[in-house]
């Protein structure tokens, strides 16, 4: 069982991998790895907030958090919240808020910035369905973005070319390339909330990523905002 857990979890979460075909037969069951019960929700998170303006660190002018649909992932607090023009969504957790627990990167402090550090991204990304995913009800996170490819030419993790196919994707609203030394695959996705037990993806309950995504459109869509 663990070797199998370890390839899993090799193929997402921050490990470069190849997609599949597009005519890969969908996977919706929970994966039999998973560290926690599945389909039992957790327990409802602290750290909640009533507007997408009091998260804190961010800039209240910001366009994006006042979009039709927002998810925010804080770190620190190990939470996920929905938010619909700026506002709180309802739904199970603190308060009557859509607010969930979530676990991640075996490495969470600090930001991504190669394949395999084990960290949880941070900053602005766009997200879109994954139905074929060996993770339950996964969504994927668009990272890198073009900050995160600047970085890696200043640095040298990367090529000015491959940052380049990094920000002409981003700009089209097109998951950016995955399998570049800044790493990939990163996802929401269920399977438990009890650990850092991911390799950079963000975990919930199976039964919160269900609620999270019935209130997000059917491409899964939106931003997400991952703060430290």
Request: proline share 9%.
């Amino acid at each position: 069982m663990v070797r199998v857990f370890s390839l899993v979890c090799l193929m997402a979460c921050g490990v470069q991998a190849s997609e599949p075909p597009s005519s890969a037969v969908p996977v919706t069951a929970p994966s039999l790895e998973a560290p926690s019960v599945s389909g039992v929700p957790a327990p409802a998170p602290s750290g909640c907030v009533d507007t997408a303006v009091q998260l804190p660190g961010v800039a209240p002018a910001e366009p994006r958090l006042s979009a039709e649909h927002l998810v925010v992932v804080r770190k620190g607090a190990r939470t996920v919240q929905l938010f619909r023009r700026g506002r709180a969504v309802a739904g199970k957790g603190l308060e009557g808020k859509a607010c969930y627990k979530v676990g991640l990167g075996f490495a969470p402090e600090g930001h991504k910035t190669r394949e395999g550090d084990g960290r949880t991204p941070e900053g602005w990304y766009r997200t879109s369905d994954k139905p074929w995913s060996s993770f339950y009800a996964a969504i994927a996170v668009h990272y890198p973005n073009a900050e995160d490819a600047a970085a890696g030419v200043k640095d040298g993790r990367i090529t000015p070319a491959v940052a380049k196919r990094i920000t002409s994707a981003v700009t089209q609203g097109h998951k950016p390339p995955q399998t570049t030394p800044l790493g990939g695959e990163l996802l929401l996705h269920g399977g438990g909330s009890s650990t850092d037990w991911t390799l950079g993806c963000v975990a919930l309950e199976d039964a919160d990523i269900d609620a999270l995504r019935a209130a997000l459109p059917d491409d899964m869509s939106v931003d997400v905002h991952i703060l430290p």
